[in-house]
């Protein structure tokens, strides 16, 4: 039995309403984890992204005006 011939006949309210309803009542838990869990990792690397940039704009300012010709610190 397939799931349209399951939903063949039901008011539009249990097909548009009361299905999404339990699938968030039933998943929600799972569905918020999943977000936060990609928010979270976007976060951390805007983070590593913001780090790195700020090393690299610190050893470059620092290399730029070392007075040694070899380009050592």
Do not use: Q
Request: glycine share 8%.
């Amino acid at each position: 039995m397939a799931v349209k011939e399951l939903l063949t006949g039901l008011p539009w309210w249990v097909k548009w309403v009361a299905i999404p309803v339990i699938a968030v009542a039933v998943f929600g838990g799972m569905i918020a984890s999943a977000v936060f869990f990609v928010v979270n990792v976007l976060f951390k690397v805007l983070v590593f992204v913001a780090l790195v940039a700020g090393l690299l704009y610190v050893v470059r300012k620092f290399k730029g005006s070392s007075s040694s010709a070899d380009g050592r610190w």
